[in-house]
């Protein structure tokens, strides 16, 4: 027999579901987590927390559904849209909690961007509008206010992504970085 394992990590629980070859769920495990609003506008997950809780989830749907891990062909994975997290590529550690998609903390680089005239020019590139829901100025924001995670970037010692990139990054003992 072979199945899918689906690791659905959402902003404030993960469910893992265990899928047959007919389709049909086997078993499934669900989990809540702890958010953290660090000041007002922040919010943040200890991804360490979110990673420990998946493994918890798998073994025991595994256990549930009574599948060997061997038996799985496919891993799935949704997460939380733009959470974003910095990792050290040797440790695995996280070099800060993750920023949560809701997290409002770099407002005001976002108007200040604008304010400069780079909204045509970001959306041209990207698709995307200026906003604080996007990675790219939370990734900012750790890097000027990290002690040494600019230095640690430059370097190539870092990575980025959202939580479903770091549980890939995991999941694979880091020998996949998928964005």
């Not at 407002?107 to 400069?116: M, P, R, T, V």
């Not at 045509?120 to 509008?129: K, P, S």
Request: glycine residues 6%; neutral net charge.
């Amino acid at each position: 027999m072979s199945y899918i394992l689906s690791i659905d990590q959402g902003t404030t629980g993960t469910k893992v579901l265990i899928f047959d070859h007919e389709g049909d769920v086997r078993a499934s495990a669900y989990a809540e987590f702890k958010q953290y609003y660090p000041r007002p506008g922040w919010v943040e997950h200890d991804a360490n927390e979110i990673w420990l809780s998946c493994i918890a989830l798998v073994k025991d749907a595994l256990s549930k559904a009574r599948v060997l891990a061997s038996e799985l062909r496919a891993i799935g994975i949704t997460n939380q849209r733009e959470t974003t997290l910095v990792w050290d590529r040797v440790t695995g550690e996280p070099v800060y909690n993750a920023i949560v998609w809701q997290d409002r903390r770099t407002a005001s680089l976002c108007n200040a961007l604008i304010a400069d005239g780079h909204a045509e020019r970001i959306h041209d590139r990207t698709g995307l509008v200026i906003d604080p829901y996007f990675s790219a100025t939370k990734v900012k924001w750790i890097l000027d206010n990290v002690a040494g995670a600019r230095d640690r970037a430059a370097a190539g010692t870092l990575a980025f992504g959202t939580i479903d990139s770091w549980l890939v990054w995991k999941l694979t003992r880091g020998a996949v970085h998928a964005t």
